[in-house]
Structure formats: C-alpha cells, structure tokens
C-alpha cells in the first residue's frame, strides 16, 4: 500500500508524512533527499558549483552519474557509495541545486522507477511534489495538503526567523511558479486526490483529517467501495435551497408600492392593502416624488397599532441579497470601498449593511507596500466565496478585475503603438537591473543599460520612485508582452560623433565611473565610456585589483588603444601614458655587473632584490655559495640584508633578472684545482666522521672525502681502529686523489700521504748511505 502525499513547498508534506508513517508504523520515503543528495554528489566530484552554468551537455553528465548510483531506501538518510548522507544534504550549495537537478527529466524518470520498484514489496508513506500525479498516481490513497501562500511563508519563516520575511514568501511565490511550471513533473491537483487546505489548521488538525481519510479508505476497501472527496458544492447547494425557502414567506418578502405623499420627514407608500405604510424619508438618497414606484419590504402585515410596516431599507438590503447572490453565481463585479485594516486583508463596505472581506493579497493589481493607502478607495470587486451563516460571510477578490482591466490595456497599447513611439509613465520600481515604469496599469521595463549612453553605476542618478518620464519604446515584444524603454535614446547618441573626436593613441582624461575585478571604467565623453583592463594599469606591478590604483571619482590620464564601434567599446591603457622601466635595463644593469642591493624578500627557493621601483631580480638559492650545500634561502639570507651580487643573465620579455652572490668572488673549485693539482699534499683539518670515511676541510673552505680505504694500509693498521683515532679538529696532511670542478667533488687520501713519506724516508735514507759508506755491519757489531 502507498500513502502519497503532495502539495507546494511549505505546506508541511514532511511534517505529516513522518507523523502518518511512525502512527501506521510505515517506511517513511522522502524523495526529496534523493534530489539532495544527486545534487551533493555532483559537487562532490566537481561538477557543480556556485557559479557552474547548467549546460546540455552537464545534463547529461549528470544523468549518467545517477543511473550509476546504487540506490538503495534508509529512512534517515540517503545511502551513497557506503556512506549516510544526512546533514550533508542541507548545505547552502545543496539547497541552490536540489531544484535544479529535480528539473531534468532523465534524472526524475531513474529516480522515479526506482522509488516505484521500492513499493512494490512494501508499503509506504511517500511525500513530494509530484507523487500523486506522475510518481504513484495509482497509489491506494492519494492526499494533496495546500494552503495560502501568506500562510506557507509565515511557516517557513517561524522556522527560520533569521531571514527576512519578506524574501521567505517571495521565494516561496518563486518556487510555486517553478514547480507548477516544470515542464515535466509539475505539480498539479489531479482527479481523485484528496484536498487538505491546511492554512487554518494545526498538525495535529490536518494529522486527524488524514487519520480519517485512511479510516475510510480502509473502510472503503473492505466494502468495495471507493473514496469521494468532498466539495463545497453541496454546502453552497444548501445554502442556496434555504434561503429559497426563507423568501417564500409571505412576511419579509419584497413587494411594488406606489409613492403616496412626501412630507418633511416621511413618506407615504401604498401596497395594495387595506393601510399604507409609512417610511421614514432618511431611507431615501433623494426625496421620491409621489406617483413613483419603489420596492419595500413587507415586515409585518399587523403593527401595533394596525396598521402595515414596511421597509425600504430592508427591502434595498434584500435586493441587494439577490445581487449579490447573481454576482457570485455569474462572476458579476459589485461597488465598494475599502474602510478597514484587518488581519490579512481588508473590510470593505459594499453597502446595504454588507461588509466584505478581501485578502491582501487579493487587493490591488500587485504588492501593496502601504497597506493604509487603499483606505477609502472606491472599486469594484468580484465575490469569490459567500456563506450565509448568521450573516454573510463574503470574500471579495480585486485583483482579478485591475488584472483583466491592465491586460485590456496593455492589448490596446500593443495595438496602437510601435518602436520609435515616445510615451509618458511613471518610474515604479527598481530592480538589481533597472526600474519598472507603469504606462497606465501595466508597466515596461528601463533596463541600466538604456538609461544612458555611458556606464550606470546608480539608477537613481537618471530617475527616482514616482518621477513622471518620457521615454522611447525600443522594443515591443507582443508574444511575451514586454516593452522596453530607453532614456538614452532621447537624446543624440554621442558614439556617431566619436571618431571625429578621437582616435587611436590620443592621449585623453576621463573620471573612474566603476571598478570591476577585471579593470576601471572612464569615462572620457558625455555618455562614453572606456575600459582599462588589469593588465594595462602598470608596468612593474602586479595588480590584483584596480583599487590598488583608483578608486570611483578619480580624474585620470589614459591613451587610447583600440575602440569598437559597432559593440560600443573603448580600450585604455594607464601604463602606456608612463615610462616602462625595463626598456633600458640591459642598458643600466649589463650582465657582468656588480650591485649593491638590499634583499626585498626572501623564500626557500632564493631572494628578491630590487634594483629600482619595479624592477627587481632574483637570487636562487643555488647562487649563493660555492662551497656550502644550501637547501633553504632563509638560513643565509633575512629582509632587508644588504649584499653585494652580480647580473648574471637577463630576459626582458620575461622581465626576469637573475642575480649571483658568489659569482661575486672567484670560484675556489677553480683555484683548488690550479693550486692542489693531482697527487700534491694538503693541509687539511678533520670535520666530521661518517660510516663510509673522513670529511677534511681544506683551504678556501671545501670539503674533501678520504674514503675508507684511503685512511691507512690495512696490513699495518685497522681502519676502524684509525678512524677512531682521528678527532674533529685535528690538524692532518693528505694527498689530492682528484679534484672535479664541475661536480664540485674532492677526493683525498691520508694513505697515499704515509705511502709518499715512506718513499721519502727511504730516498732519504739511501742518500745518506751514499755518503757514509765506510760505515759497515762490522762497525755497528764493534761498537
């Protein structure tokens, strides 16, 4: 079995559904959460966002994502890809979207299927727009909760107080119009459904009517039967039938009498009995003249004191009984005028000892922003409900009428008038993009753009609330029933004139009219207006914004660079009015030269330093020594630090500098090799010790590897042993194994240093036997 609850946004579906489903101990679908959370998904993989355009093509992006999502039913959330999604759905970018989304038809027939082939094993309470008229319209029971819109808004805005309440029913308005719309799924009260107006009832009252709408359906079902809704029709039948009845009594029924005499304050009525009557002339607007025929009522055919009493007053009142009842019965407008603010709407006095109530809503021909203004307006009114209780009970409705008077209007401007045709209105309202101008009940739209030749940044500037305008009709759109207007146009169009006055290169002043995050606007002409874009503001600096530079009202100096007549557009250009300081920079700052500088900032990767107002050069970390393995700028260099560099290449299409520090001294990997060639001895001292050899450091501060099997003959002596020996700082002397200038690597040996002392020691030794060779063994044994 489904439950299938319907209606417009803020009528309380949710509420009720959930109530019905935990009362029937039913599944609870809400299938709005799954337009939720396709909209969740969609943001999710990046192909929605706040700013995304909702092509044909992400149509159908997002229709093949749905039919690969595995669908399954929860009733607190929406399973997606193993999670639960459940406040992730009410996410402002979600809320912008979930409407969206519900309009593609592709999406809301897979969704619709799959919420279909859940009921088919279970029973459900099912609410959303649509379900009874396109997702379960054969569902068992079929229930459509409305209520005013007033009342919807009042709602909706209880539970969010932080908003304004205005904008809480204008959106609400908005999306009835969306939903009732929609070109497929729109939301409609279909044959069968069961209407619930909700606007005068509490939750607990509209849960009790349903409550007893499923009674009887279950009834119903038992007996074979099915359930009607019900109308008012029968209620107003009755109504009609009674006070049929009522008029048949001879007392208080209307009847012709003929004017008899008129005195100073009454007046003589024959009836045709056997006494006249007499009224009083106060009933009268004007005197009657006697002979005239008048209708009365015949109140009682025996006073007090015998004779007949009639009544004019109750005879004009029952007239006006039968008017009225012939006015809501054939949609006949009646007079009245509007005498009291009330809740929600107006009194308004129709005459007779008749009042009548008309919503607010109901009152003009649009929004009334001062509800007082309409007191003592006279107008007509149609009769949208009457019920005769102890009184009559009357609706009226003016809107309707204004409304079709305006249309009448508006098809006889559209009739009458053509483009080119100057008319007279009054400025009625702005918007974010112009103001509406009333032509007589009906109104026509003066967009910014039309309002002047140049660049609008207040709409108020050319016109204000209430001001009497002449304006040019520009457009007459007589399918869609707009009319544009133009104020521009009523004056010459200074773009005709504008190659007579400028052209290409000329260097021009003009006021900053707006910034965008694009560039400024100038205005340089009465009514034209140029652009000078981000890029065209400076030479040397990067602007993120032009308020870095302008600001609206500013006086400013530009050069033409290129205009468009035909868009109406104009290219300007600040920088081009200022010198470009990199035109001679290779001239100033040749590669080759040194400069003293002051670091501007510095990164890991290296240093800026400015060499004038908006040029600066960069120094990489790699130019920093020859001799240290720096990784991070910021251990050697800090803000501000004044250093000596050099101009190592230059790219002024790039406008790129590059700077060296040690390119300032000569490089000691050039004069280690000239001075420490191959195979030479070195003073060196021990620095660090690591697992695979001896780091030395040796004059001009590089360091030098004496590898493991460069520290001793291990016949004699154990590595380990050695290495242990040697302390950092210690004073050592070895022997260049190689020195490789480009891959700034040394290789020394502290082996091949006791290898060539030994040699020594042993050449020397050979030397000085040459030159004692008398003394022999035989001496030595002697001594």
């Keep these: 079995m489904v439950i299938a609850i319907d209606g417009p946004a803020g009528v309380g579906k949710s509420t009720i559904a959930r109530y019905i489903a935990q009362q029937g101990n039913f599944p609870y679908l809400n299938t709005g959460r799954y337009y939720r959370a396709v909209a969740y998904g969609a943001i999710e993989q990046g192909l929605l966002s706040e700013t995304t355009q909702l092509t044909v093509e992400l149509r159908d992006r997002l229709s093949a994502m749905v039919r690969l999502v595995p669908w399954q039913f ?61 997702v379960f319209p054969e569902a068992e029971v079929r229930i459509f909760l409305d209520a005013s819109p007033k009342v919807r808004a009042d709602r909706r805005w209880k539970e969010q107080p932080q908003q304004d309440w205005q904008t809480v029913y204008d959106d609400i308005m908005k999306r009835d119009h969306i939903d009732r719309t929609k070109e497929w ?49 029968n209620q107003t039948v009755l109504q009609e039938e009674y006070l049929k009845n009522l008029e048949a009594l001879q007392e208080g029924s209307l009847v012709e009498g003929t004017v008899i005499s008129v005195s100073a304050d009454s007046v003589s009525v024959g009836i045709g009995y056997k006494s006249d009557g007499i009224l009083p002339l106060s009933e009268f607007a004007t005197p009657p003249k006697p002979g005239e025929v008048i209708r009365v009522m015949l109140v009682r055919k025996e006073s ?33 005028k509007f005498t009291k603010v009330v809740k929600g709407g107006y ?4 005459g007779f000892g008749y009042t009548g109530f008309v919503p607010q809503s109901k009152a003009d021909s649009g929004k009334v922003e001062e509800p007082e203004s309409l007191l003592g307006v006279q107008g007509t009114f149609l009769v949208e409900k009457l019920v005769w209780e ?47 101008v009333d032509l007589g009940g009906f109104d026509g ?80 002409f009465d009514g034209i207006e140029g652009l000078i874009h981000i890029s065209e503001m400076s030479w040397v600096k990067r602007i993120s914004h032009p308020k870095e530079l302008l600001k609206p009202g500013d006086m400013v100096e530009t050069k033409i660079l290129a205009y468009d007549l035909e868009n109406l557009r104009v290219s300007l250009g600040l920088k081009q009015v200022s010198k470009n300081p990199w035109d001679d920079v290779e001239e100033k700052y040749p590669v080759g030269k040194v400069l003293s500088l002051t670091v501007k900032k510095v990164t890991p990767a290296g240093a800026f330093l400015t060499l004038e107002e908006g040029v600066d050069g960069f120094l990489h970390v790699d ?87 460069n520290l001793c003959d291990p016949r004699d002596q154990d590595p380990e042993e050695f290495m242990k020996a040697l302390e950092v700082g210690k004073k050592v002397k070895a022997v260049v194994s190689d020195v490789n200038v480009e891959k700034q690597r040394l290789s020394l040996s502290l082996r091949d240093y006791e290898k060539q002392q030994q040699k020594e020691e042993i050449s020397k030794y050979m030397q000085d036997d040459d030159r004692h060779d008398s003394f022999r063994l035989g001496d030595m044994l002697k001594k």
């Design 74 to 134: 929860h009733e607190e959330g929406v399973p997606w890809h193993g999670r639960l999604l459940t406040t992730e759905l009410h996410t402002p970018v979600v809320d912008q979207w979930a409407a969206k989304v519900s309009e593609i038809p592709t999406i809301r027939q897979v969704l619709n299927e799959q919420f279909r082939l859940w009921t088919k094993n279970l029973s459900f309470v099912a609410e959303g727009r649509d379900m009874t008229s396109v």
């Design 185 to 233: 799924g729109a939301l409609k009260l279909t044959p069968g459904c069961i209407l619930i107006d909700t606007s005068d009832l509490t939750i607990p009252q509209v849960c009790e009517k349903v409550n007893e709408i499923l009674r009887q359906s279950f009834t119903s079902a038992r007996s074979g039967s099915t359930i009607m809704a019900e109308t008012d029709n």
């Design 304 to 336: 007090k004191n015998g004779g007949i009493e009639i009544s004019k007053e109750k005879a004009d009142g029952l007239v006006f009984k039968e008017d009225l009842k012939t006015a809501f019965a054939e949609k006949k407008p009646l007079k009245g």
């Design 347 to 350: 009194e308004v006095d129709l």
């Design 390 to 436: 102890k009184k009559a009970n009357i609706v009226l409705n003016r809107r309707d009428l204004l409304l079709k008077e305006i249309e009448e209007k508006r098809e006889k401007f559209f009739s009458d008038r053509k483009e080119g045709d100057v008319v007279e209105g009054e400025v009625k309202s702005f918007t974010s993009f112009g103001a509406f």
């Design 445 to 524: 739209l003066l967009h910014v753009n039309d309002m002047s030749w140049g660049h609008v940044s207040r709409p108020k500037d050319f016109v204000d609330k209430g001001d009497k305008v002449s304006l040019k009709i520009i457009k007459l759109d007589r399918e869609a029933k707009k009319i544009n207007l133009s104020l521009k146009h009523m004056a010459e169009n200074p773009w005709t004139v504008f190659e007579k006055k400028f052209s290409v290169g000329d260097v021009v002043q003009g006021k900053v009219t707006k910034l965008a995050d694009f560039g400024a606007f100038v205005e340089i």
């Design 623 to 709: 130019d920093l020594s020859w001799t240290k393995k720096i990784r991070n700028a910021t251990s050697g260099l800090k803000d501000g630090q004044a250093v000596d560099v050099k101009v190592l290449e230059i790219d002024v299409n790039a406008r790129r500098i590059r700077l060296g520090l040690k390119q300032v001294q000569e490089d000691p990997w050039l004069s280690l090799a000239r001075s420490y060639p191959k195979g030479t001895v070195i003073q060196a001292e021990v620095v660090s010790k690591t697992d695979f050899g001896v780091f030395l450091r040796v004059p001009g501060g590089i360091d030098g590897l004496v590898s493991k099997s």
